[in-house]
C-alpha cells in the first residue's frame, strides 16, 4: 500500500490525496462487525440397525503359538486361507464384517442353511490345502454359528448372538470342525443334506455367558452321525437291564469257583 500511495504522488501531487489517507491505512484485522463463529455441524450418525441374522465365527487354534514359531509363514498361511473364506462366504451371500484382527473372522448370513453350507464348504477345502503343507506350517480353523439378532452400526455388530456364535467356536467346535446352536440346528433339520450330518453333543453350559444349550456338531461328509435319541436308543439296545447283569456276573464267578 505504501508503495502504491508513492506512485500515485509521483504521477498527482500530494494535495490530490486527500481521498487516499482514508483508504490505504488501518489495521487490516480490525472489523466493526466481526464475523459470529461457525461451528462445524457433526455429520449424522447412521442409525443403529437390528437384524435376524445367522452369525459365523471362526479362529485359528493354537494362532497364538503358530505366531511365535514362525511369524511370516503363518501369516502367509493365514492370508492364503482367509481368501477361500471370503470366497466362499460371498459364494453363499454371505458377508464378512470388518477388518479381522488377527485370526478372527466374523460373517453374517440371512439363512442358517447356507451358513452351515458355506462353513462345511470351507473346512473341506481347508483340509485340502492343510493335507499339502508340513505339520508346522497348517492352520486349522474353529467354526462356530448362532442365529440371533444383533446390532449392527456401520462396520460393527454386537449383541449376545455374536459372543455365543465366538464362545461355540472357541469351548466346543474342535480344529477343523463346526459347532451349531440348537436353534441353528431347528432352521435345517428338515433340510436335505444338512441334518443327517449333524452329531447331538447335548446340553453344554458357557459359564461366561451363565447360560446352558443344546449343541450340535456338523459333520463333514454327509451320513452317519446319530442324534442324541438315537445314541440313547443304541446303548438301550445293546445293555442288559441291571438285574440281569447281576445274575449274569454271579453265574460266570460260580462258574469260574467250581473250576
Not at 34 to 50: C, I, N, S
Not at 174 to 193: A, D, F, L, T
Request: charged residues 25%.
Amino acid at each position: 500500500l505504501r508503495k502504491a500511495r508513492q506512485e500515485i504522488r509521483g504521477g498527482s501531487g500530494s494535495e490530490r490525496l486527500t481521498w487516499a489517507s482514508y483508504m490505504l491505512y488501518g489495521d487490516p484485522a480490525v472489523t466493526f462487525f466481526p464475523e459470529k463463529e461457525v461451528k462445524p455441524v457433526p455429520a449424522p450418525t447412521k442409525a443403529l440397525e437390528r437384524k435376524l441374522v445367522a452369525i459365523l465365527h471362526a479362529d485359528v487354534k493354537g494362532y497364538s503359538r503358530r505366531i511365535g514359531e514362525d511369524e511370516e509363514a503363518t501369516v502367509q498361511t493365514l492370508n492364503a486361507y482367509r481368501t477361500v473364506m471370503k470366497e466362499r462366504i460371498q459364494k453363499h451371500t454371505g458377508e464378512v464384517i470388518g477388518t479381522p484382527a488377527g485370526d478372527d473372522l466374523l460373517a453374517l448370513f440371512s439363512s442358517a442353511g447356507e451358513a452351515v453350507l458355506c462353513a462345511v464348504e470351507i473346512q473341506r477345502e481347508l483340509q485340502g490345502r492343510n493335507a499339502q503343507l508340513a505339520a508346522n506350517r497348517r492352520l486349522e480353523f474353529r467354526i462356530g454359528i448362532n442365529l440371533g439378532e444383533v446390532s449392527w452400526q456401520e462396520d460393527t455388530v454386537h449383541g449376545d448372538g455374536v459372543n455365543f456364535a465366538a464362545l461355540l467356536q472357541h469351548e466346543i467346535a474342535p480344529p477343523g470342525g463346526v459347532c451349531i446352536s440348537e436353534v441353528v440346528h431347528e432352521q435345517i433339520k428338515n433340510r436335505p443334506g444338512l441334518a443327517q450330518t449333524c452329531e447331538d453333543l447335548g446340553v453344554k453350559h458357557f459359564a461366561k455367558m451363565q447360560r446352558s444349550v443344546r449343541v450340535y456338531r456338523v459333520h463333514l461328509e454327509p451320513g452317519a452321525a446319530p442324534s442324541h435319541g438315537q445314541k440313547e436308543i443304541e446303548e438301550r439296545r445293546y445293555s442288559l437291564p441291571r438285574q440281569w447283569r447281576r445274575t449274569v456276573a454271579l453265574s460266570f464267578l460260580f462258574v469260574l469257583a467250581g473250576m
